[in-house]
């Protein structure tokens, strides 16, 4: 029986990969399809996929006739309809913990990062590629010396960002620390989200979501 989620999302895409993530750890089935960001001018500005996404980004997660964008978003609606196992902790202060933390990255680090910005600064302002990655390493840098204070400065920090349980932050902090070594970003100055990111390696949730473990992958 064919799954009712349908992701769209390109295997790079951090956003894409959060959401996959969250999908693996509830343990969901869901059908791929791949949205290529630069193929064809970029996929996802075609105008089938712009109807469904007007903002003409991934991820974009279809339920049956519903259509959903933003991964946080996506992610807290899979939590609501599909509660177990948990993405949140069971604790409205808990929760709160953990949306800054996934806030942290996926609205201060990521889009600073992200390609259509990156295509901007090349194609507008004429930024070389040399400035273009200094750009991406210092959001980077700064984003995660505020992430590593407020992880190893709390005790709820455990295993993973809260607890022993892996979640939401988790699957949003993987992503980037993915990012970090494309750009090369060493993490010696991090090392809790090292450990937290080494450990969340080592399940096969994280290792199913990874992008070079997607069917797409170039």
């Not at 790079?12 to 193929?39: C, D």
């Not at 899979?78 to 609205?107: I, N, S, Y």
């Not at 937290?196 to 170039?218: K, N, S, T, V």
Request: contains cysteine.
């Amino acid at each position: 029986m064919a799954s009712s989620l349908v992701l769209y999302g390109y295997w790079r895409s951090s956003a894409a990969y959060r959401v996959r993530i969250a999908l693996a750890l509830k343990g969901l089935p869901w059908e791929n399809r791949p949205v290529h960001l630069v193929k064809d001018g970029g996929q996802q500005h075609a105008a089938d996929y712009a109807s469904m996404n007007p903002q003409q980004l991934v991820p974009s997660l279809r339920d049956g006739d519903r259509v959903l964008t933003q991964s946080l978003a996506i992610m807290e609606y899979l939590e609501e309809t599909r509660p177990r196992p948990p993405l949140l902790p069971a604790d409205a202060g808990g929760r709160a913990r953990v949306r800054v933390l996934a806030q942290a990255v996926a609205c201060d680090i990521h889009p600073l990062g992200n390609l259509r910005v990156l295509q901007y600064l090349e194609r507008e302002l004429g930024v070389g590629e040399a400035q273009r990655g200094a750009w991406v390493r210092h959001w980077i840098a700064a984003g995660f010396a505020a992430m590593e204070a407020m992880l190893a400065g709390d005790a709820a920090t455990g295993r993973y960002c809260h607890g022993d349980t892996p979640g939401l932050a988790d699957a949003c902090l993987v992503p980037q620390v993915y990012n970090a070594h494309r750009w090369k970003v060493a993490l010696d100055d991090y090392p809790t989200i090292a450990r937290i990111a080494a450990a969340c390696g080592e399940l096969d949730a994280f290792r199913a979501a990874a992008p070079e473990a997607q069917p797409d992958a170039a």
